[in-house]
């Protein structure tokens, strides 16, 4: 009895609810203050929340900073069924769910060729749940748009599913990746590669959400992107993107923010250490490329996209060169956010008992930093307190027609409610 109770516990259906539960728990002890004093970020409140609670579902048609971003319009619109003191709450517990849902996406039988090994899916969705260097896009719903865009690209590399509800979820997937983000212009040319060079029928059903989304995209960027984008210049340069692609991937999504910044601050990162650093993480990237099963390429080929786009069209600063402000550690981490994690999967990939000892032996080298990169960027720090609750009590006695003004995080951004 004990034997089957133990069976149970830890089957394959299980496995799927006790990544759930430790990934919901690991994310939350990283940065408690999500559930201890919820409180709105930035386009949560400002954007999404303020414009639910004005227009209702409408709101879900506004395109913002040049594309449709329909995830975190759909959970502002559903939030409005909740007092407003829980709000915050609803959005933090929906954006661990999406963080957590790539790590049981890649649990499942769709990456059994791919990568067989359980153990090492286990190890990376565990690196994946201890990102280094991911603060910035820590459980908030405006970035939600990034973990379906991960989700997204783990379909397009997976096994096509053979049952209707597989290409059900596919489909839906797909299709609300890419009605919430600009990461549309990046998946598709991953599918359409993937369909020319295997030549997989059963594959289509994946092609189409993904170019009637990119048109809608496509459409909305054309028609807005002149008035909601930043004009600041690019200040683009060569050692600037060396010290960029060097800092904030290879250095940085291996021990950290706190272990990037530290070395800066001590006046490390000078050229003596970053081009090395770079070279090395080139050849690595060329070698992989070089050896690597197809879907591997394919998600290494995604992230390069999602870095060349972050580069050419950033939106880090609206009054410094956008590149001399990204490179600045904690800084932009949005942009970094997914081919941090390919540089990771990379070198999960260098250990595989298939590639020469070299190879493995670096890869075990970088390993040994990611887990230093874990543990100093383990603990998140919790944002400023602006006591939300005590907000909400002050709006509640407002006069209807009135504008109340929410203090949000970061620090100087604002929600602006007209009371109804």
């Not at 496995?15 to 940065?31: E, F, K, M, N, S």
């Not at 069924?81 to 957590?100: C, E, K």
């Not at 059994?112 to 190890?123: E, G, Y």
């Not at 999967?345 to 670096?362: A, D, E, H, P, Y």
Request: proline share 6%; hydrophobic share 55%; aromatic share 16%.
């Amino acid at each position: 009895m004990q034997k089957t109770l133990f069976c149970n516990l830890f089957s394959n259906k299980a496995v799927y609810i006790w990544i759930l539960i430790v990934g919901a728990t690991i994310i939350i002890c990283r940065r408690p203050d999500i559930v201890l004093y919820p409180q709105f970020w930035a386009e949560d409140g400002k954007v999404w929340y303020a414009d639910a609670y004005r227009y209702g579902l409408i709101a879900v048609m506004f395109p913002h900073s040049g594309y449709f971003q329909t995830i975190s319009r759909l959970i502002a619109v559903a939030s409005q069924a909740v007092p407003l003191y829980t709000a915050p709450l609803f959005f933090n517990i929906f954006a661990i769910f999406f963080r957590i849902a790539p790590a049981l996406f890649l649990w499942s039988t769709r990456f059994d060729r791919l990568i067989p090994s359980r153990r090492t899916r286990l190890f990376l969705i565990g690196a994946y749940l201890l990102l280094p260097n991911s603060a910035e896009i820590f459980a908030n719903v405006t970035n939600i748009q990034s973990y379906l865009a991960l989700l997204s690209a783990l379909i397009l590399i997976s096994e096509t599913p053979n049952t209707k509800n597989g290409r059900v979820f596919n489909i839906v997937a797909l299709t609300l990746s890419g009605l919430s983000g600009p990461f549309v212009f990046m998946l598709l040319p991953i599918a359409v590669i993937r369909y020319i060079k295997q030549h997989e029928p059963k594959y289509r059903h994946v092609l189409w959400p993904l170019i009637g989304t990119f048109i809608v995209q496509a459409t909305s960027l054309i028609l807005t992107v002149s008035q909601s984008r930043f004009h600041t210049p690019l200040g683009a340069n060569l050692p600037l993107f060396i010290q960029i692609v060097t800092g904030q991937i290879f250095i940085a999504g291996l021990v950290g923010q706190t272990g990037y910044a530290s070395i800066v601050r001590h006046g490390l990162m000078i050229p003596i250490i970053f081009y090395p650093i770079f070279t090395i993480g080139c050849i690595l990237i060329a070698y992989s490329f070089w050896k690597a099963e197809l879907g591997f390429k394919m998600f290494w080929l995604f992230s390069g996209f999602v870095l060349a786009a972050s580069l050419i069209l950033p939106a880090a600063s609206n009054t410094i060169p956008q590149w001399q402000i990204m490179v600045t550690p904690g800084l932009a981490g949005r942009y970094w956010f997914i081919p941090i994690i390919a540089w990771i999967s990379l070198i999960f990939w260098m250990v595989q008992g298939r590639n020469k000892k070299l190879i493995r032996t670096i890869g075990l080298f970088g390993l040994t930093f990611l887990a230093i990169g874990i543990i100093l960027d383990f603990h998140i720090p919790a944002w400023t307190n602006h006591n939300f609750p005590n907000q909400v009590r002050m709006f509640s006695t407002v006069p209807v027609g009135t504008n109340f003004i929410f203090q949000l995080e970061p620090t100087g951004w604002i929600m602006n409610l007209h009371k109804k």
